[in-house]
């Protein structure tokens, strides 16, 4: 018997001993406990039904994500690539069973295929390339996210209506992603317990030289360890396209970062030889139980990334003290470190409701009779969108209504968590701005199971009926756009074209506008069409990169006035005088750029007036009075000569 193994003996008897080894093994189980107790003093709406099985679907891509990863991270390995592939599997799904014509049974195993092969190429690159693992999947990462991007053609694709079950329920209580994240998790239980490929696994991640001289094909081992990841985001990514109904080239984006927490969180080691299914989904409960407890109590999106920062970060540091020492590295003290730990978290949770009273929500009882709205905002790292926000919060103060926003974050599953979360809240009406017309069907369809009016603003939804669209015309402002730069240009030239980020609603639309428009004045060519994004670095970065290969470009048309503003800064002179420049919004900036002269004009959307009008109209729809199907906000050309109509718009 071997020394450190002796010393350990006195550790592993009686009743000291057992706490500690419950509380080292489960630790993870004890947290999840701890967060539900506090969530459910904090909100009341946290211990229904509903908001349970809410918290249950919202797990399930993750949780279904991480079982793979868990796998790898078991042999000392990572996998970057789990959310690409995800998303690719489910374009290959959707296509093949509608342009393709396959039948979707085989669609569905093309998918899973599409998968096991993206694993097979990781793990070729790992054992026979030898790259170093993060490199590996880092390059699956941007070969699966851009074929992703070619298949679709940067266009969400429809599932057949068959496939989308895989995102309902069955009967009322019954989620079919539950069900596979439980098949999937049985599965996972089962490979690393019950299987010589599990067994393997461990004796990799603990010693890949001894398990080489012990006769295990590392390298074998190795490839089936990378394909079962493979083929787990696949499934992942079937899931998460029935919730969405349509598969998303940009979906599952930063997934592969919930998942390697999730197995994190759950207790395995990153040094490998350690990790369980179970631990795994635990980890993923609690990310879910966090960032649905944070949206029932309001609390800032900006804020949930710092709370479940602090998570991942504890749950690392409690792994990096088991590897120094494990838990007798706190000196004996494993149930003081616990403590601790769940002590900080909940002060975490405490600090962000604290936080809570900044903006998310805002209102006072008035003319809205106390009324709750809910706001899903596709993103607020855009200027546009904090002006509609800002415009929204000012009519609910003006109304007497609380309002709740919520930050999806250009995610069009976060965004059907948003609205799902919300009926647990007893809302009386939502708005949803769209992150994809598609894809927020779902969301509505929601609402709509709540029986809760649902407000587009911005976007409107294709497949499911709202209460009322608020929304200037994208396709009109394109045309507006194209008819000014030709003016501009005078009806001859070479133009380049920034597009928003590849697969939105907004970029497709303003662009079929611009490229309608723009056919009627065949003196003009565009020489260039490149994605930015809808971010000004990137704007900056792409016209740069343009202007090499086309320095004689005479004019610019940006989907947005970010990019718009990036591509001025790159043109510095050149800009509003030797090359005209036309953006899309009508943000600040991009006013204030228009009256410098720097910014030929922008499409002004009047987005706090877009705001205004979206609670106005929930408002109405919330107390059952009539309203219009649609709610037009005018859209006008801001030029040098009328900008400052538009300054405090």
Do not use: C
Not at 396 to 402: D, E, K, L, P
Not at 609 to 638: F, H, N, S, Y
């Amino acid at each position: 018997m071997s020394a450190d193994t002796l010393r350990e003996q006195p550790r592993k008897q009686g009743a000291p001993g057992t706490a500690r080894r419950l509380l080292g093994d489960n630790g993870a189980l004890v947290g999840l406990a701890v967060l539900v107790v506090a969530l459910a003093v904090l909100s009341g709406d946290f211990l229904t039904v509903t908001n349970l099985l809410n918290v249950g679907v919202q797990a399930a891509v993750t949780a279904i994500l991480a079982f793979g990863v868990t796998f790898v991270i078991v042999t000392a390995g990572i996998d970057l690539s789990v959310g690409a592939v995800a998303a690719l599997s489910a374009v290959v799904l959707a296509w093949t069973a509608t342009d393709g014509g396959v039948p979707w049974p085989v669609a569905l195993v093309l998918a899973v295929l599409v998968g096991v092969v993206a694993g097979l190429v990781n793990g070729a690159l790992i054992t026979f390339g030898k790259l170093p693992p993060f490199i590996a999947t880092l390059a699956m990462l941007g070969v699966a996210r851009g074929l992703a991007l070619v298949i679709s053609e940067g266009s969400p694709i429809a599932l057949p209506k068959a496939v989308t079950r895989l995102g309902d329920t069955i009967g009322d209580y019954l989620p079919v992603p539950v069900l596979v994240m439980i098949v999937m998790g049985l599965l996972t239980a089962l490979v690393l317990a019950r299987t010589y490929s599990g067994r393997a696994m461990y004796a990799i991640g603990g010693n890949e030289e001894a398990a080489r001289l012990s006769g295990i094909r590392v390298d074998r081992q190795k490839l089936v360890t990378y394909a079962l990841s493979g083929a787990f985001a696949a499934v992942a990514g079937i899931v998460l396209a029935s919730r969405l109904a349509s598969a998303q080239p940009q979906a599952a984006s930063g997934y592969e970062l919930d998942a390697i927490a999730a197995v994190v969180i759950g207790g395995a080691s990153l040094s490998g030889g350690k990790g369980r299914a179970f631990g795994t989904l635990v980890g993923a409960l609690i990310l879910a139980v966090l960032r649905n407890g944070l949206n029932l109590l309001s609390v800032s999106a900006f804020w949930q990334q710092v709370v479940i920062g602090v998570v991942i970060a504890l749950a690392v540091l409690l792994d990096t003290v088991r590897r120094g020492g494990g838990l007798r590295g706190l000196k004996g003290r494993p149930v003081a470190f616990w403590a601790g730990g769940v002590a900080v978290l909940a002060a975490v949770v405490a600090i962000a409701v604290g936080v809570a009273s900044t903006g998310s929500r805002t209102g006072t009882t008035g003319a809205g009779g106390g009324l709750k709205i809910g706001l899903s905002v596709s993103t607020l790292n855009n200027p546009f969108f904090v002006q509609f926000r800002q415009g929204a919060e000012e009519e609910a103060r003006r109304q007497g209504v609380a309002l709740t926003v919520g930050d999806a974050q250009n995610d069009a599953s976060q965004q059907v968590n948003q609205v799902q979360n919300y009926t647990s809240q007893n809302v009386r009406a939502i708005i949803v701005n769209p992150v994809d017309s598609d894809a927020a069907a779902p969301a509505v369809q929601a609402g709509g199971r709540a029986r809760i009016p649902v407000i587009a603003a911005d976007r409107g939804v294709n497949g499911a009926a709202v209460a009322q669209l608020v929304a200037s015309d994208n396709v009109a402002g394109g045309r507006d756009a194209a008819r000014r730069l030709a003016e501009e240009l005078g009806e001859k030239g070479k133009i380049v074209v920034i597009q928003g980020q590849p697969g939105t609603s907004a970029s497709r639309e303003r662009g079929q506008g611009f490229e309608e428009g723009i056919r009627r004045y065949p003196g003009i060519q565009v020489v260039a069409k490149q994605p930015a994004d809808f971010d000004r670095t990137k704007g900056l970065d792409v016209m740069t990169n343009l202007l090499q290969s086309h320095p004689d470009v005479t004019g610019v048309f940006a989907e947005n006035d970010e990019m718009a503003l990036g591509a001025v800064k790159a043109l510095g002179a050149k800009a509003g005088g030797q090359v005209k420049v036309i953006g899309f919004d009508g943000t600040p900036d991009g006013i204030k750029a228009v009256r410098a002269g720097t910014l030929t004009a922008t499409v002004a959307q009047q987005p706090r007036l877009l705001g205004r009008m979206a609670v106005q109209a929930a408002i109405k729809a919330a107390k059952g009075e009539r309203i219009e199907a649609t709610a037009a906000v005018p859209v006008k050309i801001a030029t040098r000569e009328n900008a400052a109509e538009f300054a405090t718009s």
